[in-house]
């Protein structure tokens, strides 16, 4: 959808290094998702953030942290990358007042690869 | 934690063939959406159900709600490849969680 955009699409870094991964959304939404993606695991979800000064861990938080600067930004940060790491990660935006409500608006996805 | 498994993990059919996925959650939901992945892309929101044994239907796909509202199931019939891609239901208790997916490979 390309109201939801992530920087960068691709990103190849080496073990230890910190990443930042960004979300912006010109949708209006409150919720905003950080979920990972590996063969097998269908989506697993990192963090969520219900409004600018909500942050809750998902599933998988451990090795991420995330900062939501603005009601329309969300990013994720690796502080230490390690290989296990390397996924595909979604950011994805919900509006719980929306028709169906809390229905998930992914943005095209970031390729990372932690050598 | 609440758990969302789909079956199979994999399908490969011929093109015509029709196809199933299932979920199953550990849970009782208050409702379930399924989205379509195509290769290469993100995924996006097909439909949500929300009754106990509700059934929808969109052309040739039929999604259905359980009766206790822990499973659901995705139906194709008469596949395309068009279809072609990974099927994902995300069970929505106080956040959805998503299922492990469904790769479905339509062979001409």
């Known amino acids: 959808d390309a109201d939801v955009t992530q920087t960068p699409r691709n990103r190849i870094t080496k073990t230890g290094k910190r990443i930042m991964l960004e979300c912006s959304q010109t949708?209006?939404?409150?919720?905003m998702y950080w979920y990972r993606q590996d063969p097998g695991l269908g989506l697993r979800l990192i963090y969520y953030s219900f409004d600018v000064k909500d942050i809750n861990k998902g599933e998988i938080s451990d090795g991420y942290s995330v900062s939501r600067q603005a009601q329309a930004k969300f990013s994720l940060s690796l502080e230490s990358a390690i290989p296990n790491q390397t996924a595909l990660y979604f950011c994805a935006t919900s509006d719980l007042s929306g028709r169906p409500s809390d229905t998930q608006y992914f943005g095209p996805g970031t390729r990372l690869t932690v050598l | 934690g609440q758990q969302v498994m789909q079956i199979p993990q994999y399908q490969h059919v011929q093109e015509g063939e029709d196809f199933t996925t299932y979920c199953n959650s550990s849970t009782t939901l208050s409702n379930i959406q399924w989205y379509k992945q195509r290769p290469g892309g993100h995924p996006v929101f097909l439909i949500q159900?929300?009754?106990?044994?509700e059934v929808k239907k969109q052309k040739r796909l039929t999604f259905q709600f359980g009766e206790a509202k822990k499973n659901s199931s995705l139906h194709i019939t008469a596949t395309q490849t068009t279809d072609v891609g990974t099927y994902f239901c995300a069970g929505n208790t106080d956040k959805l969680i998503f299922g492990t997916g469904t790769r479905l490979q339509v062979f001409p």
């Open positions: 949708k209006g939404h409150d919720r």
């Open positions: 159900l929300v009754k106990s044994g």
